[in-house]
């Protein structure tokens, strides 16, 4: 009887512990992401010289931190454009400041004409620094997920913090991160937030699915369901940090 005490206080403490653990989890406040789908306008320029002349630009203090140009590769037939520029920005005042210092005339000495865009909260899932900047176009899978009735930004974001260290610990560090919908964008969504990975070993890891490694070792109710991956190429223009 005293064996049966003891095990329930040690499971009652070990939940106990767990559950501090995951309130204790802060999703940090991440960066800031205005993104715009654009067509390119000269039948004469490719992807690759878009990218070229954007690389040419004179850039100062008042641009993003970073600017990537993402080509689709598979995607959606609904998605009609050519390319979709996203502009990475610290916060949301940043973002304001520099966009009212600069103006709006920077897509013009582009050959893309481009919609009205809109915001997003990119919320890291690991260490985006370890990774460096990125010197090369590379691959991107982006899903689009919804949180299940009973979980939370929160409870999503600690699964995923899971799962990045186990795919790291099977050798596998793509850039994972969270958008969650910030400013603009459609009025009725039927997402809650868009789940990113970047890098070379995002092709990696669709074949560690394919081959039936899962990154969620146990039996825990899921936090959130995704559709299918969309995949990118990404194209850096500018990274000043």
């Known amino acids: 009887?005293?064996?049966?005490?003891?095990?329930?206080?040690?499971?009652?403490?070990?939940?106990?512990?767990?559950?501090?653990?995951?309130?204790?989890?802060?999703?940090?406040?991440?960066?800031?992401?205005?993104?715009?789908?654009?067509?390119?306008?000269?039948?004469?320029?490719?992807?690759?010289?878009?990218?070229?002349?954007?690389?040419?630009?004179?850039?100062?203090?008042?641009?993003?931190?970073?600017?990537?140009?993402?080509?689709?590769?598979?995607?959606?037939?609904?998605?009609?454009?050519?390319?979709?520029?996203?502009?990475?920005?610290?916060?949301?005042?940043?973002?304001?400041?520099?966009?009212?210092?600069?103006?709006?005339?920077?897509?013009?000495?582009?050959?893309?004409?481009?919609?009205?865009?809109?915001?997003?909260?990119?919320?890291?899932?690991n260490d985006p620094a370890a990774a460096g900047d990125i010197e090369n176009q590379t691959a991107m899978l982006t899903r689009f997920c919804s949180y299940t009735e009973s979980s939370s930004l929160r409870s999503a974001y600690s699964r995923f913090r899971t799962a990045s260290e186990n795919f790291s610990n099977a050798g596998n560090d793509a850039l994972m991160a969270m958008w969650v919908p910030g400013l603009g964008g459609p009025v009725e969504r039927n997402w809650d937030f868009v789940l990113s990975e970047v890098g070379p070993e995002v092709t990696e890891r669709l074949d560690m699915f394919a081959n039936g490694y899962r990154p969620f070792r146990n039996n825990a109710e899921p936090a959130f369901s995704c559709n299918r991956p969309s995949m990118w190429v990404t194209a850096p223009v500018l990274q000043q940090n």
Do not use: H
């Open 1 to 125: 009887m005293k064996k049966i005490i003891l095990l329930l206080s040690f499971l009652t403490l070990s939940l106990g512990s767990l559950l501090t653990q995951a309130q204790d989890l802060q999703v940090p406040a991440g960066t800031v992401i205005r993104t715009a789908n654009c067509v390119i306008s000269d039948d004469r320029f490719s992807f690759d010289d878009v990218v070229e002349r954007a690389r040419a630009l004179e850039f100062d203090e008042n641009d993003p931190d970073s600017i990537f140009f993402r080509r689709p590769i598979y995607l959606s037939a609904d998605y009609t454009w050519d390319l979709q520029i996203a502009l990475y920005y610290p916060s949301y005042t940043e973002m304001v400041t520099r966009r009212v210092a600069a103006g709006n005339d920077a897509y013009g000495r582009l050959p893309i004409s481009c919609d009205a865009g809109r915001v997003v909260r990119s919320i890291p899932i």
